[in-house]
């Protein structure tokens, strides 16, 4: 798979001219260009990774639903601040929102536009890292909850862990594309990138709704 040389449509600067630019990015074999493939392709590996912990996590729930004999009766509901939790995943919410606006932005060439919206996902993702640290000191100090003192521990620490890193990630992402866009040399040739960033963080999002529903809300219903 290659990507067809750029085609000049006379427009003068066609870094700058969005239909130039989505003719070049289209011109592969797959009709996909091949960045967008890749992260489709990576975002399908991980999906199943999740999928992997999101199981094993709830396997457990299913085998020692009071607890582990060893570890005793664990009271998950009275444990679980489910406020702030849902707060937090309406903050990840939001910042997959205005990560769609940045996206938007950077392809009519606004700059200014993706960068404020940009800010908005970085501060959101912060907020939402920042109610993880809080929920896990929580349950740790408080609660007396570990990984190595219960099942439930040991799988809800590296499951919501794992997500926690993965939202770490696309925040460096996006404030590397932020303090690019600072040096003049992001436009709208550059959209792409954006895009498969916008990808990755609307991914995380997705997870989350998912982690939340099967590992939070289940509990207050089962």
């Known amino acids: 798979m290659s990507s067809v040389a750029a085609t000049s449509h006379g427009h003068g600067d066609s870094d700058d001219d969005p239909i130039a630019v989505h003719h070049e990015l289209t011109q592969t074999n797959t009709g996909i260009e091949n960045k967008k493939l890749m992260m489709w392709l990576f975002l399908a590996?991980?999906?199943?990774?999740?999928?992997?912990?999101?199981?094993?996590?709830?396997?457990y729930r299913k085998l020692y639903p009071v607890g582990?004999?060893?570890e005793g009766v664990v009271d998950i509901t009275g444990t679980f601040d489910i406020e702030l939790t849902s707060f937090s995943t309406f903050?990840?919410?939001?910042?997959?929102?205005?990560?769609?606006?940045?996206?938007?932005?950077?392809?009519?060439g606004q700059?200014?536009?993706?960068?404020?919206?940009?800010?908005?996902?970085?501060?959101?993702?912060?907020?939402?890292?920042?109610?993880?640290?809080?929920?896990?000191?929580h349950f740790y100090q408080e609660k007396g909850l570990s990984m190595q003192n219960?099942?439930?521990?040991?799988t809800f620490y590296v499951l919501t862990g794992t997500h926690g890193t993965h939202v770490a990630i696309g925040i460096l992402w996006l404030f590397s594309l932020l303090v690019y866009s600072y040096s003049g040399r992001l436009k709208a040739k550059n959209a792409i990138d954006v895009e498969i960033a916008g990808?990755?963080?609307?991914?995380?999002?997705?997870?989350?709704?998912?982690?939340?529903t099967a590992v939070y809300l289940v509990e207050y219903i089962v």
């Open 150 to 154: 219960s099942l439930f521990g040991s």
């Open 111 to 137: 700059i200014k536009s993706f960068r404020n919206n940009c800010i908005g996902v970085i501060i959101f993702g912060l907020i939402f890292l920042g109610g993880q640290v809080y929920e896990f000191q």
């Open 45 to 59: 590996s991980d999906c199943m990774f999740f999928g992997t912990l999101i199981s094993t996590h709830l396997i």
């Open 91 to 108: 903050i990840l919410l939001m910042s997959s929102f205005l990560m769609a606006l940045a996206v938007s932005a950077m392809h009519k």
């Open 68 to 70: 582990h004999i060893e």
């Open 199 to 212: 990808l990755y963080w609307h991914f995380v999002d997705v997870v989350w709704i998912v982690i939340f």
